[in-house]
Every structure is written in C-alpha cells, then in structure tokens.
C-alpha cells in the first residue's frame, strides 16, 4: 500500500493494488484542488459531494455521495470541496 498527501495534507490517499489494477481510497478536506491524471480515472463518491470542473469545460458539476465520473489521461480537472469528502479511484 501507498500513502500519498497532498495540497499541505488537505488529501490524503492509500494506493493499492487489486486483479482488475490500481485503486486509492482517500479523503478531501475542504477546499479547491486541481488534479492531472496519468491514467483514465473513475472517481466514486462515497461520503460528502465533489463538485467538479472536468477537462475543456466551463460548467461546475456535482457529484454526491454515491454518483462518479470518469477522467481521460493526461489531462487535469478542477474540484471544490465544501465538507470532507471520501472517494474511491479506480485507474486504468
């Protein structure tokens, strides 16, 4: 397992590895983040509400617990966090 921190420990996440590939579980305190990917990602909400500005848009989505979206590679996108937030990311 990996344990990453990020944005002064404002996100916190732990990597691992499974049969269908990597995943990280982590949590998002409140604030606004920018990510970039490496690799496509499908975010699962969990706890809390993500609202995300995804790559070549304008438009803020929200995505509460139990909704997700999907990210391309090599690209970045913006996230507000009003209340701590728990998130499941699935890459491939």
Known sequence: MNINKYFDDKVVSIGFDTEAGKVSSGVMSVGEFTFGTNQKERMVVVHGELVVQLPNTTEWL????GT????????????KVATPTA???YYS
Do not use: G
């Open 68 to 79: 997700e979206f999907n990210v391309a590679a090599n690209v970045e996108f913006n996230v």
């Open 62 to 65: 929200s995505f509460p617990a």
């Open 87 to 89: 998130y499941l990311c």
